[in-house]
């Protein structure tokens, strides 16, 4: 019975580890940079990314992370103006500083113009090629 004990108890102190943060080290001169993309329409897809980045973003601290979401195909959606509720949350983030990035090519396809986008998203000619490039810069590609 004692045995047992012991091992709740290990597996408790286990379970409850603190992070360890590779080196460098988070920082003002050298944050973590992280590249989410958002391509499926769904509110359960676009709230998990955005649930996501937002953990990121709390963990670390704003000053401590650079965010971009890339959005692309039916993922598009998460940055229209009328998206009410969805606009909420992504307007929350850009307070942030978190980047809200939308495919050029995606918007081209489904008739989407640049004003129907939430003020503040930017537009690149294609989302695929932002992800791209943003890892070849030696960001954190995620996709939740």
Known sequence: MRRYWILIVLMVIHLSGETQFAQPLPSLEAPRQVVFCITEGDDESINH?????????KFYGPEKVNIEIVAYYHGIRALLKSEKVIGV????LMQYDVKFIACGNTMHTKNIQPDHLIEGSEIVTAGIVEMLERVKEGWIYIKP
Do not use: E, M, Q
Not at 49 to 57: F, M, P, R, T
């Open 89 to 92: 949350r992504v307007r929350a």
């Open 49 to 57: 990314v955005l649930s996501s980045a937002n953990n990121v973003l």
